[in-house]
């Protein structure tokens, strides 16, 4: 009975304790320097995409694709903590003082949907040169189609005013309210995010490169009652600053199974038995 008993606890372990299943990833391990603003096609970010996702639309206008301002796509750097090889870059690499008309977006659409209940989206993202002018930082918007789900800023900045670390923002592009006050990015710096999505809420999740602080947001509700999502939409726009994105990973994360809350039940049973 005693071999039955642990054979069981160790069955139920094992199936407790499932790995999160990946649903895309961009791991930014090409090789060669794509760090030109003519490189605005997502060929490099495809073939580092190894599952689930294909990127489109990386485009970049205005200053921000000029000869001395940032590419859309670019080598990795060293000064960029946590971009390891090639990483998807936004935005503008200068801080010149001409205007603030620059945008730049890149999209990964998912192969299927996937349902935003018990999923997760992490990256490590880096700041390039905040500047001094105001910006809505780096979005992250999740779509479902062409309805978006949520929209979050890294680094909102109300230039002169604080930068926030992340802000949400509704459908029309506006600032509803800050969900983390803690100043993550400054010039030249980075952190590892994760994105916490359920069923009919979300949090985001911070550790910063500088120091290792961690931090976690206020649970928020989606903009409208979407159950999946199949679209992330990287956008940087108005801005002196550029952005670093590379170790995206998207995965659903398990639930315990109903088998092993049965063997739990059945565990119980077999010790009651034993007294």
Do not use: C
């Amino acid at each position: 009975m005693e071999h039955t008993t642990y054979a069981l606890l160790g069955a139920i372990i094992s199936m407790s304790s499932a790995q999160a299943a990946v649903i895309a990833n961009f791991e930014g391990i090409a090789s060669g320097d794509i760090s030109n603003s003519a490189n605005t096609t997502a060929t490099i970010l495809n073939s580092d995409t190894t599952t689930g996702g294909t990127w489109s639309n990386v485009t970049a206008t205005g200053d921000v694709t000029d000869s001395t301002s940032a590419s859309v796509i670019q080598a990795g750097d060293s000064t960029r903590q946590g971009m390891t090889g090639n990483h998807l870059y936004l935005g503008r690499a200068t801080n010149v003082d001409t205007g603030t008309t620059s945008s730049a977006t890149a999209t990964l659409t998912l192969d299927s949907a996937q349902t935003l209940a018990n999923t997760s989206l992490s990256f490590d993202a880096f700041m390039d040169n905040s500047g001094s002018q105001p910006s809505n930082g780096f979005m992250i918007s999740l779509f479902d189609g062409n309805t978006m789900v949520m929209s979050i800023s890294l680094m909102n900045s109300s230039d002169p005013g604080p930068r926030y670390g992340v802000a949400e923002y509704n459908a029309s592009g506006a600032k509803v309210s800050n969900l983390i006050t803690d100043d993550i990015f400054a010039n030249d710096t980075g952190a590892n995010m994760t994105i916490n999505l359920s069923a009919t809420s979300y949090t985001v999740d911070y550790e910063m490169y500088t120091g290792g602080t961690t931090g976690s947001s206020a649970s928020k509700n989606y903009l409208n009652s979407a159950t999946e999502f199949n679209k992330i939409v990287f956008t940087t726009e108005g801005s002196k600053s550029a952005w670093g994105l590379d170790n995206l990973d998207i995965s659903a994360v398990p639930e315990p199974s109903s088998t092993a809350l049965i063997g739990l039940g059945g565990l119980a049973l077999i010790l009651r038995r034993r007294k």
